[in-house]
C-alpha cells in the first residue's frame, strides 16, 4: 500500500470528494481529509492511501497542478510522520524549567 499526500484543498472537500477523485487510479483503501481537532474544520489537506503502488505513483503524476473542487492541489508521495519528536531544538523538558524546586531522573523509569 502508497499513502500520498494531497494539498491544498478546498474547505468544500470532503473524505467522498478526494476517493470519488482519486478512485479512477486505482483501489482506494482509504481517502481522509484532515480536520483541525477544535473547529472540525479542514486543515486543507488530505491523504489517499492505495492498494497498489503504481496506483499511487500514477495519481501522483496525473492530479498534481490540477483543479480539485475550485482549487489547484499538489499530489505527492506522503511522508512518514517523525515519531522522534522532531528536530525542535531549544530547550529539553523532563521537569526544567518549572520552578517546583525538585530534581526529577527518568532515567530510571
Known sequence: MKKIFVGSLSWNT????LQDAFGRFGTVTEAKVINDRNTNR????GFVTFEEDSAAEKAIEEMNGTMLDGRTITVNEA???RRDGGGGGGRGGYGRGRGDGHSRNYDND
Open 42 to 45: 479542514s486543515r486543507g489537506f
Open 14 to 17: 470532503t473524505d467522498q470528494g
Open 79 to 81: 511522508q512518514e510522520k
